[in-house]
Structure formats: structure tokens, C-alpha cells
């Protein structure tokens, strides 16, 4: 077994490809359209464009419980992923340059330093790296 694709749900599809591509660095890997306006779309990090990939899923639009646990891990400021870096303060500064807004600045906890951003497209998203 391998991991091929991960999901995210977002509310808005074009909304969060500009910010996952703009904002931290993603390429698009596949755009495909599909039925209703949504599309089949991926990225992947520059770094490893031929592993996995991110799905940028239309869910909380179609699927009411999609959208009820979305809400409720915003709510709670749980984050829905995570995503590992090399150097979590510069991502930090970089990011904060970007304009993204975080909730949590980086924080050392036990062997990690972690930080907490809002990807515009309901969800928080946390960002890692392993000290």
C-alpha cells in the first residue's frame, strides 16, 4: 500500500487554488472538469511532483455532514492537516509576508515546533517541523 491522494475540503475550489499555489508554493498537478462546475483538482509540492497529491475537494458544497465536521474543527481551531517543513520560523515569516493569517505563531511542543493558519477556504492548517 502506498499513499497516492489526500483530500481537503474546500468551499471554494478556484478561491483555494489561488491561495494553496499563490500563497504556499503548490503546483497544479490536475484540473479536470467534472459535473456541477467542480473539478477534479490537485496539487503537489515542487519539491516531490510525482508524490502524492492533494485533492482539493468540493465536499462541504455537496455533502451536508462534510460541512458539519469542516465547520466544527474551524470552530474548535482544530487543524484538518498538517503539512511538514524544513525551517518552520522562516515558512512562518514568509508566510506572514503572504498575508496569511495565523492563530497559533510557531510553539515548541515535546520534538516539534507547529504553527496554525486559516486557508481562507474553512480550514485551519497546521505546519510542522521535527526538531
Known amino acids: ?41 490537485t496539487l503537489v509540492p515542487k519539491e516531490a511532483q510525482d ?6 475537494e468540493p465536499a462541504p458544497l455537496h455533502f451536508e455532514p462534510s460541512k458539519v465536521f469542516q465547520d466544527a474543527l474551524m470552530k474548535a481551531g482544530i487543524p ?8 518552520i520560523q522562516s515558512e512562518y515569516d514568509r508566510l506572514i509576508e503572504a498575508r496569511v493569517e495565523f492563530s497559533v505563531p510557531p510553539t515548541k511542543m515535546g520534538t516539534v515546533k507547529f504553527a496554525v493558519f486559516n486557508d481562507t477556504c474553512g480550514n485551519n492548517i497546521q505546519i510542522v517541523e521535527e526538531l
Not at 51 to 56: D, N, Q, S, V
Not at 80 to 87: L, M, P
Open 1 to 41: 500500500m502506498k499513499i497516492k491522494l489526500i483530500s481537503i475540503p474546500v468551499l471554494d475550489q478556484e478561491k483555494a487554488l489561488k491561495f494553496y499555489t499563490e500563497k504556499l508554493g503548490f503546483i497544479k498537478k490536475i484540473d479536470t472538469p467534472l459535473d456541477g462546475g467542480n473539478r477534479w483538482l
Open 51 to 56: 508524490g502524492p497529491e492533494l485533492l482539493l
Open 80 to 87: 484538518f492537516t498538517q503539512f511538514y517543513v524544513d525551517d
